[in-house]
């Protein structure tokens, strides 16, 4: 196939030997030490549940029984279903346009989400790409940095009555305690160093030098962790919905979730389709996929159990505490985080410490993974003045701690991180999957001729038989073994596994469904622009009728 995007960044990953597939002037050779940079091919398929599933649950989660009470459980629910198809369904076309990269059927050379777009649309827009890509995850792993943060002080709060800091707001730096408010327990003293940051880093900062196939096992954890509080909370939401418990109030049950109310409908949108975002994490999880997993259940199995357990968690717990005042229209205080309810007095002694444990299970994971990934991108886009190591290391792992650390009280940059995620996910996690697979279409629409794995090896076995038949005729002769001379064929060669198994073929948009890929990727990518910009707006809305002075109450009232 002919090969796009002239010098791109592509580095060969093999085993046995490193060849180069594509001509790179920013090439990255993997071999000696370079396992510890890059992980090996090993990431099996519960290995790729766990990393997806954590992506896939979000902090978001906490805020679907408040909308359920809100916008009504039918809206809620129709836009988890689609958002969770649509979210898979971006994940996989970007998985299929970098498998139909020419030499890249099996994934042995690592395209990273910048270098991706590079081969498809050029350089220019491969380093914007690449600097939309990094922002969008500094700014979410900033954000989740300052969550795990006030999460672990909250909890020492709840535990021991107190957390601990060093303040350094005046000369000379003195310990302090703190105590009461979850988000500032520190009141109006923004410039500390707390016990519970000091924890996250110490959990956080040393998975960061690992590769992402090393941290599987943390991942494992995670999910398993997952699980078993999301058990406890739908038991105890049961308990308070079941009028013959303790916990049972008059005012819980269905009756809290209407089908349908208007007053909600634009936060639907947004913040589902936010609750399902993955596909920034992809380029490297397949670059480190072992061979033998199937790369479509890895990618849709994950998105069909969050999509159960937040359809659960989310009308379950609306029918549990009362969140939203119906005659009023207006949330009750603290009832956009349904873990404030779960962390009650009125709730067990073990629910309430649970309510903790699901942040740390749901929060601190990403935080690893996501500083992996952003290092991975910079070591292959080869940054100039970022060195492959230690540059990288700091720059993706150092510094995002460093600016959550001296400014994670501050309310103006928690507002920041939201906008600049809020912004740029969309783009990065939908749009642009969209636009990538459109290309990828356009250039290479056979995918098994455009990968030039299948073409070459075919070759090669027919090259083979005819040599073996030609010395069947004659057997006084010697065959004249000449090798094909493509590099397409020595690519096929250090590709295929030893067992002579393929990777398995992505097919995001499968030709029996009998419609137009190319058509279908556009009508996709309009649909997530439309929830890109249907999200800004319900934000920015929130936000402005939560100031006071900004909007007028009727102006409010009317959105």
């Known amino acids: 196939g002919t090969q796009r995007g002239g010098n791109m960044p592509g580095t060969s990953v093999d085993s046995a030997e490193t060849i180069e597939v594509i001509e790179n002037p920013w090439k990255v050779t993997v071999e000696g030490s370079a396992q510890s940079v890059f992980g090996a091919k090993a990431i099996g398929f519960w290995d790729s549940f766990s990393l997806h599933l954590n992506n896939l649950l979000g902090p978001s989660i906490v805020l679907l029984p408040l909308l359920n009470q809100e916008a009504g459980w039918i809206p809620v629910t129709i836009g988890l279903f689609l958002l969770a198809f649509f979210s898979a369904l971006a994940a996989a076309m970007l998985a299929d346009a970098i498998q139909r990269i020419p030499g890249n059927h ?47 002080d909250a909890l020492l709060s709840q535990t021991t009555g107190q957390t601990w800091g060093l303040q350094y707001q005046t000369w000379p730096p003195s310990f302090v305690t703190g105590s009461g408010d979850p988000a500032q327990p520190f009141g109006d003293t923004f ?60 005012s819980n049950g269905p009756q809290l979730t ?137 720059y993706s792992v150092i510094l995002p701690w460093v600016i959550a650390a001296f400014l994670f009280q501050s309310n103006n940059l928690a507002s920041f991180c939201n906008w600049t995620s809020i912004i740029l996910q969309g783009v990065v996690n939908f749009m642009l999957p969209a636009l990538i697979y459109h290309r990828a279409l356009y250039y290479y629409p056979k995918s098994s001729d455009t990968s030039a794995q299948s073409d070459v090896t075919e070759a090669f076995k027919r090259h083979s038989d005819a040599i073996l038949a030609a010395e ?79 909007t007028s109450k009727a102006f409010c009232a009317s959105l």
């Not at 500390?192 to 954890?221: D, H, R, Y």
């Not at 929830?531 to 319900?538: C, G, N, R």
């Open 191 to 250: 410039f500390v160093l707390s016990a519970g940051l000091v924890i996250s880093i110490a959990l956080c900062v040393p998975l960061g030098l690992l590769n992402l196939q090393q941290s599987m096992k943390f991942q494992w954890f995670s999910a398993i962790m997952c699980f078993v509080v999301a058990a406890a909370f739908v038991v105890q939401f049961t308990l308070n919905i079941n009028p013959y418990t303790f916990w049972h109030k008059a």
């Open 472 to 550: 069947a005729l004659l057997p006084g002769m010697r065959a004249k073994r000449r090798a094909p001379t493509t590099r397409s064929l020595l690519h096929s060669r250090a590709s295929l596994n030893a067992d002579g198994k393929e990777m398995e073929d992505i097919r995001a948009i499968p030709r029996y469904w009998g419609v137009d890929q190319k058509r279908i990727a556009r009508y996709i990518f309009a649909f997530c622009a439309i929830v890109w910009i249907t999200t800004i707006v319900a934000n920015f809305v929130h936000e402005a009728c939560g100031s006071q002075g900004v």
């Open 258 to 394: 209407p089908a349908f109310n208007s007053v909600g409908l634009l936060r639907v949108t947004g913040l589902t389709a936010f609750s399902f975002t993955y596909a920034a994490f992809i380029p490297s999880w397949l670059a480190e996929c072992s061979k033998d997993v199937s790369l479509t259940k890895s990618l849709w199995v994950p998105a069909g159990v969050s999509l159960v357990l937040k359809f659960l968690f989310g009308l379950l717990g609306a029918w549990a505490f009362p969140l939203y005042d119906q005659k009023s229209g207006k949330p009750l205080p603290g009832s956009e985080n349904v873990l404030n309810f779960l962390a009650g007095d009125s709730m067990p002694h073990v629910i309430q410490v649970l309510a903790y444990v699901w942040i740390a299970c749901n929060v601190i994971p990403r935080i690893p993974a996501m500083c992996i990934v952003i290092r991975y991108d910079i070591i292959t886009s080869k940054i100039p003045g970022i060195s492959r190591r230690a540059g990288s290391f700091v």
């Open 106 to 152: 099996e994934f042995q050379s690592r395209f990273e989400y910048g270098a991706v777009a590079h081969h498809y649309f050029g350089r220019t827009a491969g380093m914007c790409t690449h600097i939309l890509f990094t922002l969008s995850l500094h700014a979410t792993v900033i954000a989740s940095m300052m969550i795990s943060a006030q999460m672990l």
